[in-house]
């Protein structure tokens, strides 16, 4: 894959919301103000805890429409009480939160109407640049599957997710996959951690606290030592289960359900496209992602005849599926491409969904990604890759993209 995100400030999202948003009013008898965050390589969340510690603001007062990604550049609106708003423009290293209004309510999920980004792409290959635009008038015409990306799968080692063991009620393999696997995010500390607590399991509770460098680490291991006294491994680790944060316990959750969506929609592509007009990209866990794509012709374009079969095909496929959820267990058998997927491969039958704490939302998604104002400046050769034999490019792509869709997904398509 061509590279992006070699400086936060070379992927630039910024929240949009529709014309007749009412977010920005002055109210001074309503209970929440609305806030403008521009923030340069931190993670929506993280950043919200560190202002809290600093400005005696409980974390759990903040709301929010979306979460953005670490490594980038991003606008974004967040709420709070106003019994806890700070009254004038407040900053700090990176990041600035700027007074826009109030509002009756908290943010929440999805509120915003989608984000717009600009990515700056490099170490693109000549090929690569011969197929751009071919590909670029490809996804405006018939837009592209809306997959789940790679960040999703984050929690997966050793091509496991710890999610999916959970699932299949194996909590013990769970917890060991989180606290011995390494993954390829690691820092050294968290590496090092791994590596001890793999050698010595499941003797958890023989660990020295304070010879854990990774803190989150620490908190789990606490939870396992806490029922050092009881015989069952499975309480050991229940127990660490539940000393985690409740939004890692979820993403594992998230990652489960996103496996098993990206698994049906890659049903559904086979069954309807020929495998010679769907480009695999592999992604590791989660993958891989099957793009359709019409092959170029001798002047770089594809026949149109062949673009318009793709595009009358892409909506055979069901316009959204359900994500998977327990309780479809209970439904009858029907076309539904998901609940035939939960019944023939179901969730554990003693999982108790209660005592583990989890929660699934159950809504739809839709299959097919548009994405809006795709634009694309002419490549041009990359100063910070390639060499004077093996030249590389690169480009700045921008487009719109509804809320819980991935930019990624769109670079893929354009580059994989």
């Known amino acids: 894959m061509a590279k992006i995100r070699t400086t936060p400030e070379e992927f630039q999202v910024d929240e949009f919301y529709s014309e007749d948003e009412s977010f920005f009013r002055e109210d001074t008898e309503s209970p929440y103000r609305i806030f403008k965050l521009t923030k340069t390589g931190w993670e929506t969340q993280a950043l919200m805890s560190n202002i809290s510690k600093k400005h005696g603001i409980?974390?759990?007062?903040?709301?929010?429409?979306?979460?953005?990604?670490?490594?980038?550049?991003?606008?974004?609106?967040?709420?709070?009480?106003?019994?806890?708003?700070?009254?004038?423009?407040?900053?700090?290293?990176?990041w600035t939160l700027d007074p826009q209004g109030t509002f009756d309510r908290h943010l929440k999920s999805g509120d915003h109407s989608g984000n717009r980004f600009s990515i700056v792409v490099r170490d693109i290959r000549h090929r690569e640049t011969q197929l751009l635009p071919s590909r670029v008038e490809q996804i405006s015409k018939i837009g592209l599957p809306n997959w789940f990306d790679s960040q999703r799968f984050g929690s997966a080692a050793i091509g496991k997710l710890p999610g999916d063991l959970l699932m299949k009620g194996d909590l013990v393999g769970a917890m060991k996959l989180h606290l011995t696997e390494p993954q390829p995010s690691d820092r050294s500390s968290r590496r090092r951690?791994?590596?001890?607590?793999?050698?010595?399991?499941?003797?958890?509770?023989?660990?020295?606290?304070?010879?854990?460098?990774?803190?989150?680490?620490?908190?789990?291991i606490d939870g396992w030592k806490s029922s050092s006294?009881?015989?069952?491994?499975?309480?050991?680790?229940?127990?660490?289960?539940?000393?985690?944060?409740r939004r890692l316990r979820g993403l594992w959750i998230s990652a489960w359900q996103s496996y098993i969506w990206n698994d049906v929609l890659r049903s559904a592509l086979l069954e309807n496209i020929e495998n010679h007009l769907l480009r695999p990209v592999d992604i590791g866990v989660g993958g891989p992602l099957l793009y359709p794509e019409a092959p170029p012709g001798r002047r770089g374009y594809a026949k149109r005849s062949l673009v318009e079969s793709l595009a009358k095909r892409l909506k055979e496929i069901p316009e959204s599926i359900r994500m998977p959820v327990?309780?479809?267990?209970?439904?009858?058998?029907?076309?539904?491409?998901m609940i035939s997927r939960?019944?023939?491969?179901?969730?554990?039958?003693?999982?108790?969904?209660?005592?583990?704490?989890?929660?699934m939302a159950d809504f739809s998604r839709e299959t097919v990604l548009n994405?809006?104002?795709?634009?694309?400046?002419?490549?041009?050769?990359?100063?910070?890759?390639?060499?004077?034999?093996?030249?590389?490019?690169?480009?700045?792509?921008?487009?719109?993209?509804?809320?819980?869709?991935?930019?990624?997904?769109v670079i893929r398509r354009l580059f994989d």
């Open 58 to 94: 409980p974390v759990d007062a903040w709301g929010f429409s979306g979460l953005k990604d670490r490594r980038s550049k991003t606008t974004q609106l967040v709420s709070l009480p106003s019994r806890y708003s700070p009254k004038h423009r407040i900053s700090g290293k990176d």
């Open 193 to 220: 951690d791994r590596k001890y607590l793999k050698s010595i399991w499941p003797d958890i509770d023989r660990v020295k606290i304070d010879s854990i460098d990774h803190q989150p680490f620490r908190r789990v």
């Open 229 to 245: 006294q009881k015989k069952s491994l499975y309480d050991s680790s229940l127990s660490a289960y539940l000393a985690m944060p």
């Open 326 to 337: 327990p309780s479809m267990m209970k439904e009858s058998k029907t076309d539904d491409p």
């Open 342 to 359: 939960i019944h023939s491969n179901p969730p554990h039958p003693d999982i108790d969904f209660n005592l583990l704490k989890i929660k």
């Open 371 to 409: 994405p809006g104002e795709v634009l694309c400046t002419e490549p041009v050769i990359d100063d910070m890759h390639g060499s004077q034999k093996h030249k590389r490019w690169t480009c700045k792509i921008s487009f719109t993209l509804p809320p819980g869709s991935y930019a990624t997904n």
